[in-house]
């Protein structure tokens, strides 16, 4: 790695740090209920980096990510309950998703299709596996020994150690693997974003045709930054279905593709760290909201994104990362003016 | 390399391109030779900048062949006529807005060199386009004519054989527009160029050969001069300004 990339990757790895501390220090203070609540947050926090990647610095407004992460937890757990340990479960879920979002991709980016019909197109994705599990429940629809159960949804087996089946994951440990994959992904993201392959992404969003008269083929690059968001989002679906503890296809209705829309635009475009925090935040006021019955749930997260879209409008972490550049180039201003005036003192 | 000047380096062979019932250009035969600058002008609608789009994969031609160093590029994806080593300068500036003058330029130079020839050849670049004061500045925030020098920037950092400007002048203050003269003077010295240009001082400045269109049409190819004195050339063009 080059200098210019660590500079340019310190925040991240500031962040990284952080929730390494986090990792580490969380178990040991919180009571084991928060923990296995706090491990469904972390896989939706993985989700909302996904996200973040791919419409933050890939410009591409995917409406059913949630549709990556619902087939990852599916894959898993059909894959597992097959096999019989979860190690060569994950990778399937992985790569069967990836290579999934590659083949909707190549017709979506290589047919030219705009940016709208592309939300159109993932949120239909989104809801014709919604419609399709759904009506899974009877034991003629089977993968192998896994019954699909259809709006009850299928029973994940939990993670086990690699390669030793078993030896089961407490949930405690589930959720040191939930932060770990929440850390390696986002600092993953946070390289590729740093990378050539990122910063011509980046370019692309910013203008297309720039990109593409520059010799860049911008629907391989489109391509290759949303199939690798799935792959990420399908980490994010290992980790949910384990935290939750079984899938079902509720994960694929409209309200989660939404919310993912929601977390990532109060979080804030351009950043990956901040739509991770704020699937967090509203992850937890959420659940506040749920032991009161005052508030409609769908009412106040309506409020806050209104409130988003009109008063913060590029999202917190932008925001609050403009301020901070704001104040640090008046500081050495200041300095300055104050070094020179004690030079002309000493004069 | 073997190329020596006078070589064809763009050919189109009766070019169409049919928009509807329109003919944006019409039976176009073009020949263009290596180091040669030339110069495409015509009143509004002649069909010169559509034109100039069928030879950069903007738009695909009706009928009829675009050949690029020998290669049959008609109807070929943008890219891949930059891929051949083509610089291009689009009519509105297009330019990365939120990123830096030098991220705009990096992004041009690093599509044909590694890490350390990009970040040398973008320093060098800025140098020569005088854009220093203003790498770290976002290019959305910059005035017009300054926007135009950072999309020049881009072409001129990919090192192109062959550069298409389409209005390279088009906002640009008198210095400016000095300033592109000479650059473009200094492109011609190791490339072809194309430039399409409504602003007639500008191409007195800098032609040699210019190609008038009218009605998707080449009605004459020759000198400034000859095409200044000729009749037909003032009626359908320089009449409106005379």
């Known amino acids: 790695m080059s200098s210019g990339m660590l500079r340019q990757m310190r925040p991240t790895l500031v962040y990284a740090l952080l929730g390494i501390v986090f990792m580490f220090a969380a178990p040991h203070v919180l009571q084991l209920f928060t923990i296995i609540n706090l491990t469904t947050a972390i896989a939706l926090a993985i989700l909302a980096l996904s996200l973040a990647l791919i419409w933050g610095y890939g410009g ?230 749920g032991g009161q019955s005052v508030l409609n749930n769908n009412l106040v997260l309506g409020v806050i994104l209104i409130v988003f879209v009109l008063l913060v409008p590029k999202g917190v972490a932008p925001t609050v990362i403009d301020w901070v550049n704001r104040r640090r180039r008046k500081r050495p201003v200041r300095s300055r003016r104050r070094r020179r005036s004690r030079a002309e003192d000493a004069g | 390399m073997t190329r020596q000047r006078g070589e064809v380096v763009v050919e189109t062979r009766d070019l169409c391109m049919h928009f509807g019932g329109v003919r944006a250009v019409d039976q176009v035969d073009f020949t263009l030779f290596d180091r040669e600058l030339r110069c495409l002008i015509g009143p509004n609608g002649a069909g010169k900048s559509t034109f100039f789009k069928c030879l950069t994969g903007q738009l695909t031609p009706t009928s009829g062949d675009v050949i690029i160093r020998g290669q049959e590029m008609t109807g070929a994806e943008p890219f891949e006529v930059a891929s ?27 599509r044909w060199h590694g890490e350390s020839r990009a970040r040398s050849l973008t320093a060098e670049t800025i140098e020569r386009l005088r854009l220093g004061d203003i790498r770290r500045t976002l290019v959305g925030q910059l005035a017009h004519g300054q926007r135009q020098w950072v999309e020049l920037g881009m072409v001129v950092a990919a090192e192109p054989w062959l550069v298409l400007l389409d209005e390279p002048a088009a906002g640009m203050t008198h210095e400016e527009t000095y300033r592109t003269v000479e650059l473009i003077e200094e492109i011609n010295k190791t490339s072809a160029l194309i430039v399409v240009e409504h602003d007639m001082q500008f191409i007195r400045m800098i032609s040699r050969t210019v190609t008038l269109f009218h009605e998707g049409r080449i009605l004459m190819q020759d000198t400034m001069e000859a095409i200044s004195a000729d009749p037909r050339a003032r009626e359908v063009y320089l009449g409106h300004r005379a």
């Open chain 2, 84 to 110: 051949l080593g083509v610089g291009i300068k689009t009519q509105v500036p297009n330019v990365f807005d939120g990123l830096t003058v030098e991220e705009n330029i990096w992004l041009s130079a690093r």
């Open chain 1, 60 to 289: 591409i407004l995917c409406f059913g990510q949630v549709a990556f992460f619902g087939l990852g937890a599916y894959v898993y757990t059909i894959s597992a309950i097959n096999i019989g340990g979860s190690t060569w479960a994950i990778l399937i879920a992985v790569l069967l998703t990836s290579a999934f979002a590659a083949a909707l991709g190549y017709f979506i980016f290589f047919g030219r299709v705009s940016d709208v019909y592309l939300g159109v197109i993932t949120l239909t994705v989104t809801l014709i596996f919604f419609s399709l599990i759904r009506r899974t429940s009877g034991p003629e629809y089977k993968i192998g020994k896994a019954l699909l159960g259809g709006f009850n949804g299928v029973s994940s087996p939990p993670i086990n150690l690699p390669w030793d089946a078993r030896t089961f994951l407490f949930p405690e440990q589930v959720f040191y693997v939930a932060m770990a994959a929440l850390i390696l992904c986002y600092v993953f993201a946070g390289w590729l974003v740093n990378t050539k392959f990122g910063r011509v992404c980046v370019s692309i969003r910013e203008n297309e045709l720039r990109s593409e008269l520059l010799g860049y083929d911008v629907r391989l690059y489109k391509l290759g930054i949303f199939t690798i968001g799935a792959g990420i989002a399908a980490v994010g679906g290992v980790m949910f279905c384990n935290g939750v503890g079984r899938i079902t296809p509720d994960v694929f209705n409209l309200y989660n593709a939404a919310l993912t829309i929601i977390w990532v635009i109060v979080g804030g475009r351009g950043t990956l760290i901040g739509p991770a925090g704020a699937t967090f935040a509203l992850f937890y006021l959420t659940s506040a909201l």
